[in-house]
């Protein structure tokens, strides 16, 4: 077994976090092409006026991507492409008006989007399988301990004796008032 296997999962394990890491080069690439280009993004989607909204977009993209590949568990930063998705599907959802010459490259920008979300998601929720998983095995199993130094059968019995100190004791004035007096 290769040492960055988990011992449940094994080439799931792999494949997710080989998929994760492809979608953090992914959002670092595309983060680069939204920084760098965004008045011809705008231009080929019909959402002139949107560019620095697009660049900021695409710093995001690349924050991730960096958060991605540099962390010891992506999870988090897989889940913050997919709020970044929803952004990015509302931001293209409004070049679909009737006015917009280039809705078609929109529609296009929109499926392309929908699928990276899916992938985004399923890598997200198995990510954060594998992750509950890892927990689960961290824990410690007490069920055999009982806190007490003897076995119950020979503690039974032992506190017989055992009288109350007076400063533990309620007060008399304070106890209950019994009518067998």
């Known amino acids: 077994m290769s040492a960055n296997r988990t011992r449940r999962g094994g080439r799931r394990s792999d494949t997710t976090l080989a998929t994760a890491k492809g979608l953090g080069w992914f959002s670092i690439g595309l983060g680069l092409v939204e920084v760098l280009a965004p008045h011809a993004l705008a231009r080929g989607l019909g959402l002139r006026g949107k560019e620095q909204l697009i660049a900021s977009y695409g710093a995001r993209e690349i924050a991730t991507g960096i958060g991605i590949l540099s962390s010891r568990d992506p999870t988090p930063w ?14 293209l959802a409004t070049g679909l ?85």
């Open 78 to 91: 897989i889940w913050g492409r997919v709020a970044g998705d929803a952004l990015d599907l509302g931001t």
């Open 97 to 181: 008006d009737g006015h917009n010459r280039e809705r078609g490259n929109v529609g296009i920008a929109l499926a392309a989007v929908a699928g990276v979300t899916l992938l985004d998601v399923l890598c997200g929720r198995a990510l954060s399988a594998r992750r509950r998983g890892q927990r689960r095995l961290a824990r410690r199993d007490y069920s055999d301990r009982r806190g007490m130094p003897k076995p119950p059968e020979q503690m039974r019995g032992a506190a017989r004796d055992f009288e109350v100190p007076r400063d533990f004791r309620i007060p008399e004035p304070l106890r209950p008032w019994t009518s067998a007096a």
